[in-house]
């Protein structure tokens, strides 16, 4: 029951070649930063990673995309990621965004062995309809589109059929855990990291505070242990290192606290 491995090398150790990946994270909150840059120094490539994003700040799932190691996307959010935007448009890389709950009802779905489920969220659209581009040729043209999906009426109402996430490894980082695998999240890193270690046929958990089982209350566990393949527990240095992507300041001498600017660090 003890699954606490000595490294964060011997955690992905078996990651081969093509293998595909949910990570979690939301921004920069959660993101298993050590087991990214592992799995970095492994030399692994043609990656398919399924997350909510593709890293920011080069930091997180950013360092695999610059070193060329992604050659498929699962997500919803590009966002200021000017490597992750020019990779997709340039044809290098296939992105297929879909809806961000959806993402993470199709993430829970795999985990759960659901292999499909309905949704009216994208009805009406390209994610419905089919002709999003998932590959650019890198000329302005689109190489390969999505296919169109079943659409199906309850009651009226038109639900699009999505199916179930499963990936071969999940990669989670957790504010605490034990050595069974039970995990706590922080705020709003419980977004995507519990979901994305359900779908993992190998999940694996770093964790910023490691206990001894019996020490997290049952009804404090946000992920049971049985989801959780492998534990790494994290140095005080590495728990402590948290990026931020976009800090919110207010003005020299402002008493009312009212924000003035933002400023990227």
Same mark, same amino acid.
């Given at each position: 029951?003890? +699954?606490?491995?000595?490294?964060?090398?011997?955690?992905?150790?078996?990651?081969?070649?093509?293998?595909?990946? %949910?990570?979690?994270?939301?921004?920069?909150?959660?993101?298993?930063?050590?087991?990214?840059?592992?799995?970095?120094?492994?030399?692994? *490539?043609?990656? !398919?990673?399924? *997350? /909510?994003?593709? =890293?920011?700040?080069? *930091?997180?799932?950013?360092?695999?995309?610059?070193?060329?190691?992604? *050659?498929?996307? &699962?997500?919803?959010?590009?966002?200021? /990621?000017?490597?992750?935007?020019?990779?997709?448009?340039?044809?290098?890389?296939?992105?297929?965004?879909?809806?961000?709950? &959806?993402?993470?009802?199709?993430?829970?779905? =795999?985990?759960?062995?659901?292999?499909?489920?309905?949704?009216?969220?994208?009805?009406? @659209?390209?994610? !419905?309809?089919?002709?999003?581009?998932?590959?650019?040729?890198?000329?302005?043209?689109?190489?390969?589109?999505?296919?169109?999906?079943?659409?199906?009426?309850?009651?009226?109402?038109?639900?699009?059929?999505?199916?179930?996430?499963? @990936?071969?490894? !999940?990669?989670?980082?957790?504010?605490?855990?034990?050595?069974?695998? /039970?995990?706590?999240?922080? +705020?709003?890193?419980? /977004?995507?990291?519990?979901?994305?270690?359900? %779908?993992?046929?190998? @999940?694996?958990?770093?964790?910023?505070?490691?206990?001894?089982?019996?020490?997290?209350?049952?009804?404090?566990?946000?992920?049971?242990?049985?989801?959780?393949?492998?534990?790494?527990?994290? &140095?005080?240095?590495?728990?402590?290192? +948290?990026?931020?992507?976009?800090?919110?300041?207010?003005?020299?001498?402002?008493?009312?606290? @009212?924000?003035?600017?933002?400023?990227?660090?």
């Amino acid at each position: 029951m003890d +699954k606490v491995v000595g490294s964060a090398a011997e955690a992905v150790a078996d990651a081969r070649d093509g293998a595909s990946f %949910a990570v979690g994270g939301f921004g920069l909150s959660g993101v298993p930063n050590e087991l990214i840059r592992a799995l970095h120094a492994a030399g692994v *490539s043609g990656l !398919a990673v399924v *997350s /909510n994003n593709c =890293g920011a700040l080069d *930091s997180g799932l950013a360092v695999l995309l610059a070193a060329g190691r992604i *050659s498929r996307v &699962t997500g919803s959010y590009i966002g200021a /990621n000017k490597e992750f935007a020019r990779q997709y448009l340039a044809g290098e890389i296939e992105v297929e965004l879909i809806p961000q709950g &959806t993402l993470a009802e199709r993430l829970r779905a =795999g985990g759960c062995g659901i292999p499909a489920f309905y949704t009216p969220a994208g009805v009406g @659209t390209q994610v !419905a309809d089919g002709g999003l581009p998932w590959r650019y040729d890198g000329r302005g043209g689109v190489a390969l589109a999505s296919p169109p999906k079943e659409v199906r009426a309850f009651d009226g109402t038109p639900y699009v059929l999505e199916r179930g996430i499963r @990936t071969d490894f !999940a990669l989670v980082r957790a504010a605490k855990g034990d050595r069974h695998g /039970n995990l706590v999240f922080n +705020k709003s890193s419980r /977004n995507f990291n519990p979901l994305a270690a359900m %779908a993992g046929r190998v @999940t694996i958990a770093e964790v910023e505070e490691l206990v001894e089982p019996g020490a997290i209350d049952p009804d404090e566990v946000h992920l049971p242990g049985i989801f959780v393949q492998r534990v790494l527990a994290l &140095t005080p240095e590495q728990a402590a290192d +948290k990026r931020i992507e976009r800090r919110t300041v207010s003005a020299p001498g402002a008493a009312d606290g @009212t924000t003035q600017g933002k400023v990227s660090v």
